[in-house]
């Protein structure tokens, strides 16, 4: 789907890339075979044409820092870079993360509050990365993360809320995973705070390692949650566009 983007290009938005796809420009390759393309002067698609070669090398090179943040739309980023995701999910208290999950579809990380959550370690982890995939990480994990660790987290990210909200799909993670059927071990639903009031109140770790089961089934669920909402996506660009 990144191949068939154009709405990085300065001066096209969502309707003049629509225009491009109705005419036959599919991807980047054809427009670059294009000796004319309507509605785009000559000297712009010169400038566009040196953007595609440019992005292309970059996407050679597997550096997905080359691409911008594209909000809604960094969905289209996620087959190209899908071997070097990191799915995100934290846990908080009093507005301060005490909880913080990443997977990267081989293995899981867990950071906890006063024993390994660690600056260094967290930007260790995404500088291996390419990419971040969240539940509503946008307007929340994201901001608090980057309080909290006083830093700035850069990489291209997909927000699943919203691309389940143009879906149809309302509510939460766990509401959507009962809608798209995607299982959930009965006793890891609840309130994920009072498990860690309740350890921190006690010590007792049986409150922890439950709140760490809860918080790994968040994370790995985002996993076909990103691969379902990624693949109908895809499925309707080819249903209105792509023949």
Not at 88 to 104: A, C, H, R, S
Request: proline fraction near 4%.
């Amino acid at each position: 789907m990144l191949l068939s983007s154009f709405c990085f290009l300065p001066g096209i938005g969502e309707k003049k890339e629509v225009a491009l796809w109705e005419q036959g420009i599919l991807t980047w390759d054809r427009f670059l075979q294009a000796e004319r393309v309507r509605g785009i002067a000559p000297a712009t698609k010169q400038h566009y044409d040196e953007i595609l070669l440019c992005l292309r090398r970059e996407l050679a090179e597997n550096n997905s820092n080359a691409f911008a943040d594209w909000g809604s739309e960094s969905w289209r980023l996620y087959n190209a870079f899908k071997d070097h995701v990191l799915f995100l999910d934290i846990e908080t208290d009093q507005d301060e993360p005490t909880v913080i999950g990443m997977y990267d579809k081989e293995r899981t990380m867990v950071m906890v509050r006063g024993m390994n959550m660690e600056k260094a370690l967290f930007e260790q982890t995404l500088k291996e990365k390419k990419l971040l995939v969240t539940y509503n990480g946008r307007s929340f994990d994201v901001p608090r993360l980057e309080r909290y660790f006083k830093t700035i987290i850069s990489l291209p990210h997909i927000d699943l809320r919203g691309l389940c909200q143009r879906m149809g799909l309302q509510g939460g993670l766990k509401d959507i995973e009962q809608q798209l059927g995607i299982p959930r071990p009965p006793h890891l639903h609840g309130h994920p705070i009072e498990l860690w009031r309740s350890f921190f109140a006690s010590g007792d770790r049986e409150y922890l390692d439950l709140l760490i089961q809860y918080n790994e089934e968040d994370t790995v669920n985002l996993h076909p949650l990103m691969e379902i909402v990624y693949s109908r996506l895809v499925q309707n660009w080819r249903d209105a566009y792509g023949h």
